[in-house]
């Protein structure tokens, strides 16, 4: 089975050079790499808005799964990693955010609080799995 992979035009961009892609299809399954409030630059969008940057990051997995012609429908895992403590209200901030781009029943959701992400102002990263037929 060949891979496929996506890097949707005028997508955000890590400021080093890494041979990563933003999504990679095997047979039915697609993987969409953590994506982050950036810029094509490498700048963080709306540093340390936890809110802000879940928009964006949920906006940015829908054009990579676009770019496979899937929708955020076909996701059926996602993880979210933000920075915070690992309060229920630093969890309720993003989640409430990314679980408004799904419609019932979502997709099975992992939360997971980290003291930090590569950048300062970054607090959001997140990475999907979806099935196509």
């Given amino acids: 089975m060949d891979r496929e992979h996506v890097w949707p035009q005028g997508h955000w961009d890590w400021p080093v050079k890494l041979p990563y892609k933003h999504g990679v299809r095997k047979g039915n399954l697609i993987f969409v790499g953590g994506q982050v409030a950036m810029d ?50 630093d969890w309720q901030e993003g989640a409430l955010v990314a679980a408004s781009f799904f419609t019932e029943p979502g997709p099975a959701a992992t939360g ?17 799995i979806a099935i196509v037929e």
Avoid: C, W
């Avoid at 940015?60 to 403590?85: C, H, M, P, W």
């Fill in 40 to 89: 094509e630059q490498g700048a963080v969008l709306h540093p340390d808005d936890v809110a802000a940057q879940t928009r964006v990051a949920m906006e940015n997995i829908q054009v990579v799964l676009a770019g496979f012609g899937a929708t955020l429908e076909d996701v059926v895992k996602l993880n979210r990693f933000y920075v915070g403590s690992g309060t229920a209200a």
């Fill in 112 to 128: 997971i609080p980290v003291p930090a992400l590569a950048y300062e102002g970054l607090m959001v990263e997140i990475e999907v």
